[in-house]
Nanobody, 122 residues
Framework: QVQLVEYGGGLVQAGGSLRLSCAAS????????MGWFRQAPGSEREFVAA????????YYADSVKGRFAISRDNAKNMVYLQMNSLKPEDTAVYYC???????????????WGQGTQVTVSS
């Protein structure tokens, strides 16, 4: 099993940056692909980015490509989401999740954190 805790969210002005972190516990962390999802009020949870277990492959939603970067440090059991050039439409609760394969659908992920709020003001 994997337990996930996100942190690093907050309030930022449009055009600013935030770095989200996700701390994982469990010996098998480096065997999981990791993903970031987000959910805005009244909206469904949507895929943001994913990274393979080794970190060699990444994939992004079109809406964040070129602005966000996902990375991981398996030695520290950490996953990160660097968010640059933030827009008001990026406002949401951000979740990290673990899956056996790198996928874009939330149903494919077995373990989830509790989420961290990101608010981008215009």
């Amino acid at each position: 099993q994997v337990q996930l805790v996100e942190y690093g969210g907050g309030l930022v002005q449009a055009g600013g940056s935030l770095r989200l972190s996700c701390a994982a516990s469990g010996r098998t962390f480096n065997s999981y692909a990791m993903g970031w999802f987000r959910q805005a009020p009244g909206s469904e949870r949507e895929f943001v980015a994913a990274i393979s277990w080794s970190g060699s492959n990444t994939y992004y939603a079109d809406s964040v490509k070129g602005r966000f970067a996902i990375s991981r440090d398996n030695a520290k059991n950490m996953v990160y989401l660097q968010m640059n050039s933030l827009k008001p439409e990026d406002t949401a609760v951000y979740y990290c999740a673990a899956s056996d394969l790198m996928r874009v659908t939330s149903s494919a992920y077995d373990y989830w954190g509790q989420g961290t709020q990101v608010t981008v003001s215009s």
